[in-house]
């Protein structure tokens, strides 16, 4: 299974990006869809995250401004950012849980992470 990230880039502040994350792979179901970022000389921080029924939640830092959503026939999570500030300049992360079937139609878990999408807010 694996994620791939897109949308970052330079923004000035004040204004929107969206990314996005497909999941790809041999995938049985998602559950968690997550969206993390990290920041220059600061620990990666849970940023926005939503269950397959569509649970969400946000950090207090990006409520009102951050709306995560998810297509679960694309397996595909986004996020859109408005009113973006320049502190919320960081590498933004995608990651998923999954459920997978081995050959011999075991089940198991498992988390994979995306490569990461930089998101730049200029002042």
């Known amino acids: 299974v694996q994620l791939q990230a897109s949308g970052g880039g330079l923004v000035q502040a004040g204004g929107s990006l969206r990314l996005s994350c497909a999941a790809s792979?041999?995938?049985?179901?998602?559950?968690?869809m997550n969206w993390h970022r990290q920041a220059p000389g600061k620990q990666r921080e849970l940023v926005a995250g939503?269950?397959?029924?569509?649970?969400?939640n946000y950090a207090d830092s990006v409520k009102d401004r951050f709306t995560i959503s998810r297509d679960n026939a694309k397996n595909t999570v986004y996020l859109q950012m408005k009113s973006l500030k320049p502190e919320d300049t960081a590498v933004y992360y995608c990651?998923?849980?999954?459920?997978?079937?081995?050959?011999?139609?075991?089940?198991?878990?498992?988390?994979?992470w995306g490569q990461g999408t930089l998101v730049t807010v200029s002042s």
């Open positions: 792979g041999k995938i049985f179901s998602i559950n968690a």
């Open positions: 990651e998923a849980d999954y459920v997978e079937n081995l050959p011999d139609g075991t089940p198991v878990v498992g988390r994979v």
């Open positions: 939503t269950s397959k029924s569509g649970v969400k």
